[in-house]
């Protein structure tokens, strides 16, 4: 099981090259990549704010994004917002990557990433997906 970071799932999905071409392949293979909800409101609000463009469109790529057999979506839940505000250490004020570095922990996750404070975080497992 691997939790997937906001621009890893977008990477994924968009077949970016950012992605190491020995990190996709371990993505593709893996039987369960989980998504924690927050990405859907991080991608939509950069889609209308036009930090980011999905193409054909961000209706569409949510679609395809979401019927991929392998991904799994963690609703936000009363728990995991609670797990995301007692992260051991120090942990940067960002909800989104609380949340998702929470779900890592709590399910005993890798997570893959490429943002250098969540790969530096010393309290969970990060696969460094950056090429």
Known sequence: MIVLDTHIW???????P???PEVRERLDAEGELW??????????????VNRL??????????????????VRIEPLSASLCLESTRLPGQFHRDPADRLIVALARRHDAALCTADG???AYPHGTCLNADS
């Not at 977008?10 to 970016?16: F, Q, S």
């Not at 998504?35 to 209308?48: G, K, Q, R, Y």
């Open 117 to 119: 404070k969540l790969l």
């Open 35 to 48: 998504v924690c909800a927050i990405p859907l409101l991080e991608i939509a609000t950069a889609v209308s």
């Open 18 to 20: 950012r992605l190491r």
């Open 53 to 70: 463009i999905l193409h054909p469109s961000a209706d569409r790529w949510m679609e395809i994004a979401l019927t991929a057999a392998s």
């Open 10 to 16: 977008i990477w994924w999905v968009d077949e970016n």
